[in-house]
């Protein structure tokens, strides 16, 4: 036993390199690089073990920034293979609606095509079907509805040049544009000087493909592909001429649209498989201002933070000081000059002098409503440690964008799977309040909170099902998400309601007074509403910059990656509103007002309430959503966001207050 022991050192550390060697080789799964080879002389597959010959392009939903409502490929009329099986989809990419599918486009690997045909589409508007899909066609031209295409899992990118001689690439690229009745071209109208009929439609029915291949010589026979670029055209004829394809908006009578396209590989030496996202997310539109906002940001938090722990650690050190001056007075010495009374009164007026002393008998009182505050702190902890595990797995590179849908598979997993944590905290809480309806607490732990977020998603989901979009969650997944939430979640928060129940109370340092102190009139500052108005300011202030770039990526359909940033200010946040809710809760112990539990989770949950404030004020000033639907789905979706908020903080601001007023009373140890 003991040369174990003693080996013990030595065979982890062996193990461990056996890992870092395997992890030369691994790769996440669906992530793995895929060989590409020419066909043989026959012109069929290559005979090269594990090498394709075939390149496929998948197709994705359209989405809109100024729609909230995307719709699936098929439903603006493309061209479409309904005899191929669609690929496998994740639980996170049914909830962000994507809707991947196989396309008539394929291509050889190094052939290159020239004008190729797909197929035509004819719309005879005397006809009801075919005129309400050209119809529709022209809606998503309006609203300015972008393709999204795949080419080994990573997407067709759309570059040009935007200001300062700089180039964006972007994910996506419209169906079309729209010249208006007054002559002015919309969105992707103006790249061509062409487009200028007034009141016409300009279909972008052709597009030229340039692949961008690395060939592999050491780990694998063929080659890699490294990027996916293309330019969206419009031509009249299928021969790809005649000028561009214009669809008059008063026109009426037959309309045919030939869908072609061109198709060139190149090879590039400097790109490598690993990196090949690297020019996507490096032209991100201000990415460096993006860096040095964050940056800016953390820097003047970090400082405030600081601030904040001085000045508590400062000032409490010396209320505690001042509080304890007895104990460094020579009882002897006062005896001796005849001062016997003198310690009494130093105590009585130490006493009156601070208030949060005072209030030691009623400050461990059970709060009013303690059922639903123990019901709000089980599942703020579940939401806590299920955003914390999620951020540090994307920190590790699992939950990148390349593995689609992997951030909201994780989070709903790990959500699902945290039941126990959230009874248990749940169920600890509510005894220490006094509580004896434990089988309502664990009910309202598992119903409550899950049941308004899944409400609200109900109903937006009702709205998805009736505008016919592709976000709509199919009622198999809903029934998948129904029987996640009843037969694992519900089990578990009883298994931890039944532990966290059956342990004894959380003991208190100090104990509480039968006869509940009067509280005295408080100033305007030291009121509840001021102090927790006042509380979400600071955590806000650490979070805006991100939150501005997080509702980019989910409302403008931009990519967001930089999660190693989003730790950070994770932490902060912790950080801030731990302090600010410290420091607002130590003024009003002072003013002896004992109230800090509901205080304390409302100071550091008012966060939510800015969120919310910013969300507004980010529709109407940096969004062109229109349309009644989109409008309430994206108040509804953010009223989700708000209350996982509320949930997140106001947890965070309760436990710190909990420890920091077992602390002082512990260490004070008031009789």
Known sequence: MRVFRRLRPALLLLLLCALLRCAHTFYLPGLAPVSFCDKDSSGKESDVPDCKSTIELFVNRLDSVESVLPYEYTAFDFCSVASEKRPSENLGQVLFGERIEP???????????????????KYDTSKTDEKANLDFLKKGMLLNYQHHWIVDNMPVTWCYDVEDGQKFCNPGFPIGCYVTETGRPKDACVVNSDFNDKDTFYIFNHVDITIFYHMVEHEAAGARLVAAKMEPKSFKNQDCTGGPMALNNK?????????????????????????RWDYILESMPHTNIQWFSIMNSLVIVLFLSGMVAMIMLRTLHKDIARYNQMDSYDIELLHERGLEGTSLLIREDAQEEFGWKLVHGDVFRPPRKGMLLSVFLGSGTQIFIMTFVTLFFACLGFLSPANRGALM?????????????AGYVAARFYKSFGGEKWKTNVLLTAFLCPGVVFADFFVMNLILWAE???????????????????????????????????????E??????????????????????????????????????????????????????????????????????SEATILLCYFHLCAEDYHWQWRSFLTSGFTAVYF????????????????????????????????????????????ACFWFVSKIYSVVKVD
């Open 103 to 121: 396309s008539p486009y394929k291509f050889d690997f190094k052939n290159n095509e020239e004008c190729k045909f797909v197929c035509t589409k």
């Open 251 to 275: 026109f009426a009578g037959e309309v045919v649209i030939d869908y072609t396209y061109s198709v060139h590989f190149e090879e590039d030496k400097k790109i490598r498989w690993a990196s």
């Open 409 to 421: 598979t994780c989070s709903v997993v790990l959500w699902v799977l945290l039941g126990t944590p």
């Open 468 to 506: 016919g979009s592709s976000a709509a969650m199919p009622f198999g997944t809903l029934v998948a998400i129904l029987a996640l939430w009843f037969c694992i979640s519900v089990p578990l928060t009883f298994v931890g309601a039944y532990f966290g129940f059956k342990k004894s109370a959380i």
């Open 508 to 577: 208190h340092p100090v104990r509480t007074n039968q006869i509940p102190r009067q509280i005295p009139e408080q100033s305007f500052y030291t009121k509840p509403f001021p102090g927790i108005v006042m509380g979400g300011i600071l955590p806000f202030g650490c979070i805006f910059i991100q939150l501005f770039f997080i509702l980019n990526s989910i409302w403008s359909h931009q990519m967001y990656y930089m999660f190693g940033f989003l730790f950070l200010v994770f932490i902060i946040l912790v950080i801030t509103c």
């Open 612 to 655: 919310l404030v910013y969300a507004v004020h980010y529709f109407f000033s940096k969004l062109q959503i229109t349309g009644l639907a989109s409008t309430i789905l994206y108040f509804g979706y953010t009223m989700i966001m708000a209350l996982i908020f509320f949930l997140f903080t106001g947890t965070i601001g309760f436990f």
